[in-house]
């Protein structure tokens, strides 16, 4: 068990809460100035139309995929700029738990690497819209 | 439909954005500060008051969760008080019950939703007005906790105090109905994950809420996909939304020390209530 040990002291659970900390503030600030931007420039160029939220049509086709929304942002497109931060912010949570499964396989703990697989799993499963809208 | 602000018309999508921003500011700060949480009221108040149709509302609603709770679980995991272990293995339970919700959100009518909506924010107006008592102990932890490590210790004035975690099969069901209602709903869930966890599982408060805030993201991130392949997450919306929830909510966490909030507390469960009667009245009379 010394190899685990040693694992276990350079990997403790402390070191790994403030990274897992840390990736949570980088992640939320992140995705908070890119939507933002994106909001500033939406506001610059539709701010005097009217709104239209009260009835649903759903967002066009090209801000429903994390591959279009790259597209579009890249372009410049401001609503798709807010959709890639909106995007960036429900991925945090899932590096989160991709940084944990990191910290489980270096600290050797097989019960966790499997638990967190699974909730990793899940979490790609559903961004990359595996199941039926 | 017929709403609050229709005086105000046509509105432009640039007064609609500030409005959208003060409200959601409000209902964070205002869940900050009673401990609520925020995310519970966003719904109703962008479709009660702003006309916006439940679908947006409740793609909103979740982008704002995870921000604040992202946002406060960085802060808290850093402190100690997370236990990252209890966390890990229930998010298998509530990012299952998520996608389970998000994908029953697309099968059943918004009149149903509404009518789940509202009972959820009675009982979490009751939850508020009627505190858990706190049970830890330090010995018979479940056979289970103990094989999965889940028994910790966490920071107190007289030093570190271990605990020993009870009920782990129970609590893991209990936090399948909360992912369920996290993904159909769009909000974190926190009254029933902090019932599961104190009252269940026997942990400390500060490590139920701060675990239940950790988790909450996550369990947000397994059913937000789904609604943004949907077309739910209105860009124009869930921005102002979730910026002023965010900046609500650590402004709330920055006054909390030292405020006295049980008034405040008892007028957040009675705009709750009456949020939840206006709920019910909708989604049964068909009018969401």
Redesign the interface.
């Known amino acids: 068990m010394t190899t685990n040990a040693e694992a276990r002291e350079r990997w403790s659970d402390d070191e790994v809460d403030q990274l897992l900390g840390n990736l949570l503030r980088i992640g939320v600030t992140v995705a908070t100035i890119v939507a933002a931007i994106g909001g500033v420039l939406y506001l610059a160029q539709h701010g005097t139309e009217p709104m239209g939220h009260r009835v649903f049509h759903g967002e066009p086709p090209e801000l429903r995929h994390v591959g279009s929304i790259v597209r579009g942002a890249s372009g410049l497109h401001a609503d798709a700029i807010v959709q890639l931060g909106l995007v960036l912010l429900i991925a945090t949570p899932i590096a989160r738990v991709a940084l944990s499964l990191v910290a489980f396989i270096l600290q050797r703990d097989r019960v966790y690497i499997v638990v967190t697989s699974i909730v990793l799993a899940i979490l790609l499963f559903s961004l990359t819209g595996g199941v039926p809208g | 439909?017929a709403c609050v602000l229709d005086s105000i018309h046509?509105?432009?999508?640039?007064l609609?954005?500030i409005l959208v921003s003060a409200g959601s500011f409000s209902a964070g700060l205002l869940g900050a500060l009673t401990g609520l949480g925020g995310g519970i009221v966003i719904v109703p108040m962008l479709t009660l008051l702003?006309?916006?149709?439940?679908?947006?509302a409740i793609g909103a609603s979740l982008?704002s969760v995870?921000?604040t709770?992202?946002?406060a679980?960085?802060?808290y995991?850093?402190e100690?008080y997370?236990n990252?272990?209890v966390g890990?293995?229930l998010?298998?339970a509530t990012?299952?019950g998520a996608?389970g919700g998000?994908?029953l959100a697309?099968r059943i009518g918004t009149g149903a939703i509404a009518v789940v909506f509202g009972l959820v924010l009675l009982y979490s107006a009751y939850r508020s007005a009627k505190p858990l008592a706190e049970h830890v102990s330090t010995d018979n932890a479940h056979p289970l906790a103990k094989?999965?490590?889940l028994n910790s210790t966490y920071p107190t004035p007289d030093g570190l105090q271990p605990y020993a975690v009870q009920a782990v099969p129970a609590g893991f069901g209990l936090m399948f109905l909360a992912g369920i209602l996290s993904g159909l709903l769009g909000i974190g869930s926190g009254a029933l994950k902090v019932l599961a966890m104190d009252q269940m599982m026997h942990l400390p408060f500060k490590v139920s809420t701060t675990t239940s805030n950790f988790m909450i993201?996550?369990t947000?991130?397994?059913?937000?996909?789904?609604y943004?392949?949907?077309?739910?997450?209105?860009?124009?919306?869930?921005?102002?939304v979730?910026?002023g929830v965010?900046a609500g909510a650590l402004t709330g966490a920055r006054v909390l020390a030292g405020a006295n909030t049980r008034v405040l507390r008892r007028i957040f469960a009675a705009v709750v209530v009456v949020l939840a009667l206006e709920m019910l009245y909708k989604g049964i009379q068909g009018g969401m």
């Open positions: 439909m046509p509105m432009s999508v640039l609609f954005t702003f006309g916006v149709d439940l679908r947006y982008v995870i921000a709770s992202s946002g679980a960085a802060a995991v850093k100690g997370t990252v272990r890990m293995l998010e298998i990012t299952v996608l998000a994908f697309g094989r999965l490590r993201g996550v947000a991130a397994a059913s937000a996909g789904i943004l392949a949907r077309g739910q997450i209105d860009p124009t919306l869930a921005l102002p979730m910026l965010l």
